[in-house]
């Protein structure tokens, strides 16, 4: 079977380099926060080029700190994306505030800007942007949009490291990026992990503090925080994948490139191509079809496995009876959720593998 992720091969490239970390972290005596976690953040400021990383527990904190580090909360509303893993939502909800679902962009499953505009209203604090699938878009509109609405940028950048928007990496838009380091995602750790990034030290220095049960000065709590600090295992696990961040990096946009030129089959739709290669990061490659559950079934019968992201928007969830949305409706979304399939696309994958997955998808 060709799979979605291949951990079992990763752990065979770095296994060493890997033992080698754990090793000075089990000896270093010293199991929360400190120099391992400092050396990552440092590291992983200068990948994503920003003055500030701060490591946290996992990715949905990093948005709920990001959120409530710029005084989003009870009464504010944010504007997202229904089309996006759950935890961007959920983490509106846990720093207290109010989602607004706006519709996406057929062509890319992206937030779509006009439908964002019909959300806002005068409570609206700001917009939380999802570069779903790797792919940043379209950020000099959003920025302009915010300026134009006064309202602040946020970025879930949980599938989209080091992709780049006019030489620029995600996370660097808006008052902060938030990282999800989930084994699965580009720069993945052994077991949970996150990240903050801005350029704002107010922010970070706030979410110093709120990952750390609002504790700026041991046994003082300004605020009611979080404990979520980054593991310095998984940091020193994170400072040996990173160094291969780049290149994994570019194994996935020459994968997408060949599926972008070899997929051709009447019944499978592109998304929209980057404008730039900088701009995709290809988290994953998501095709477009009618008829998904026959072509899941037709990949499967070729060994090959395929994963939707997402199939049920987040107005139909039952923990979100009721939501704020675009007065206009969310069809496009619920058009999207029906037709869009994952197939393999991790930098394990051989040339011989990525051929068979093309082969699969052009002989359904
Ligand atoms: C993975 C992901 C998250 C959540 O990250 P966790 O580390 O699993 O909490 C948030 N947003 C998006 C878009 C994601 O893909």
């Known amino acids: 079977m060709i799979l979605m992720n291949d951990f079992k091969r990763q752990a065979q490239h770095w296994i060493e380099e890997e033992l080698v970390a754990m090793r000075r972290v089990l000896e270093s005596g010293w199991y929360v926060l400190g120099e391992e976690v400092d050396k990552f953040e440092k590291e992983f400021a200068t990948a994503s080029n920003v003055s500030h990383c701060v490591g946290v527990a996992n990715g949905l904190d990093a948005i709920e700190i990001g959120l409530r580090a710029s005084g989003v909360g009870q009464g504010d509303e944010v ?86 928007w006019s030489g620029k990496t995600a996370g660097n838009f808006g008052s902060w990026g938030a990282y999800s380091f989930y084994p699965t995602k580009n720069l993945g750790a052994i077991g949970d992990a996150g990240a903050l990034v801005t350029n704002d030290a107010n922010i970070a220095a706030a979410s110093q503090s709120l990952r750390n049960y609002g504790s700026a000065e041991r046994y003082y709590h300004d605020r009611l925080g979080l404990n979520s600090r980054l593991d310095p295992l998984q940091a020193a696990l994170l400072s040996v994948h990173l160094k291969y961040l780049e290149e994994s990096t570019q194994k996935r946009r020459e994968i997408g490139a060949r599926y972008r030129n070899e997929i051709s089959n009447s019944k499978i739709r592109h998304l929209a191509a980057p404008q730039h290669q900088e701009n995709h990061c290809y988290h994953l490659f998501v095709v477009m079809t009618d008829r998904r559950a026959e072509l899941m079934q037709h990949l499967k019968e070729k060994d090959v496995q395929s994963i939707i992201h997402y199939p049920v928007c987040h107005q139909h969830q039952k923990s979100v009876p009721s939501i704020l949305q675009d007065q206009k409706g969310l069809a496009r979304s619920e058009k999207f959720a029906k037709e869009c399939l994952s197939i393999p696309c991790h930098p394990w994958m051989t040339e011989k593998e990525v051929s068979t997955v093309i082969q699969a998808l052009n002989s359904f």
């Open 79 to 164: 504007i997202t994306t229904p089309m996006t893993a759950f935890a961007t939502l959920l983490a509106i909800y846990r720093a207290g505030a109010t989602p607004v679902l706006a519709d996406i962009d057929l062509e890319t499953g992206l937030l779509d800007v006009k439908s964002a505009e019909r959300c806002v209203s005068k409570k609206t604090k700001g917009v939380l942007l999802v570069h779903l699938y790797g792919h940043v878009a379209k950020m000099d509109e959003w920025v302009s949009f915010c300026k134009a609405n006064k309202i602040e940028l946020f970025e879930d950048c949980a599938q989209s490291h080091l992709a780049k």
